[in-house]
């Protein structure tokens, strides 16, 4: 400890030194313990990434599902422009970690490395269409749609041909999103009546018409969802049980999220609808697969 010209007291090297050479032995004693493991990331971040990647990789090692600690990795590469890497990396997680952030990512590194590409529209197109396929069920989902739609309605179309396209491309997102249970789905709602407006006034009377229960079914499902899942902590690494106030409270939410969740909230008599939203949840939230492991009262089949 040192002080500075201000008074302040300071850590210095050494104290740094030892502060994480603590932590590493704590996580040789205890794999999961997420506060040295928080220490030991904040090191890394201040490092090159060639001196840091054997670590990132013994970090998602020890949390595979954590779309947290894959985006801290994925982003040091990207900041060292290390693409190749950063491809093969959303490779490995995409797939198994549907995480929102670590998605967004996704779509935010093919929108600024893919930009001069002659066939950037394309494969922001397939980018867009991929993460709604697979991510675009979670109820945080809204800026995905949302920035997809934009894109689209910025795509230059040349003749009434081109311009018919386009509307239909934007039309269909539209539709998609506003049957899907997410926060901020009024505000797509609004959007989409002033899209339909623009274009035909009369028209777009009916779609609204045609299109309005479906809507306001999936608006109910959201807003009980951010009832149930108040306090409920999604993102956090899967660890052993610690058997603490906070870990049975946890337990608690997701018990009744899960019974939720099985209740058939959309209300829907459609079987593959309702088999599919089982899935995705089970994709979504793998930590409430690791978390029933553990607590086996709770019943997690759909």
Not at 15 to 21: E, L, N, P, T, Y
Not at 151 to 174: C, D, H, M, P, W
Not at 207 to 236: C, P
Request: charge should be positive; include cysteine; hydrophobic fraction near 35%.
């Amino acid at each position: 400890m040192s002080q500075n010209a201000a008074g302040d007291f300071t850590e210095d090297n050494g104290g740094i030194s030892d502060k994480i050479s603590r932590a590493d032995k704590r996580i040789c004693i205890y794999p999961f313990d997420t506060e040295a493991w928080s220490t030991l990331i904040r090191d890394a971040q201040s490092k090159k990434i060639e001196d840091a990647r054997a670590f990132y990789e013994r970090l998602i090692g020890q949390f595979p599902n954590a779309g947290r600690y894959w985006k801290i990795y994925i982003e040091h590469e990207m900041k060292s422009r290390n693409y190749d890497k950063v491809e093969k990396l959303f490779q490995r997680c995409l797939m198994k970690v549907f995480n929102i952030e670590l998605w967004k990512s996704y779509l935010s590194y093919i929108r600024e490395t893919k930009v001069s590409l002659p066939s950037y529209r394309e494969k922001m197109a397939q980018a867009y269409d991929f993460a709604l396929d697979k991510i675009g069920m979670d109820v945080l989902s809204y800026q995905i749609w949302v920035d997809y739609i934009n894109f689209l309605k910025s795509v230059e179309a040349v003749g009434s041909y081109a311009e018919n396209q386009r509307i239909t491309a934007v039309r269909k997102v539209y539709q998609r999103g506003i049957v899907n249970p997410m926060l901020n789905i009024e505000l797509l709602w609004k959007e989409y009546c002033n899209f339909e407006s623009s274009i035909n006034p009369l028209i777009a009377k009916k779609m609204q018409e045609d299109r309005g229960r479906d809507y306001m079914n999936a608006r109910r499902v959201a807003k009980e969802y951010e009832v149930i899942t108040k306090g409920l902590n999604k993102s956090a690494p899967s660890v052993p049980p610690q058997n603490t106030p906070e870990e049975s409270k946890q337990v608690e939410l997701w018990k009744k999220y899960i019974n939720w969740e099985k209740s058939n909230p959309l209300r829907s008599e459609d079987t593959a609808i309702i088999t599919k939203r089982g899935e995705d949840f089970q994709l979504y939230f793998p930590n409430a697969g690791r978390l029933l492991e553990l607590y086996p009262v709770i019943d997690f089949a759909f």
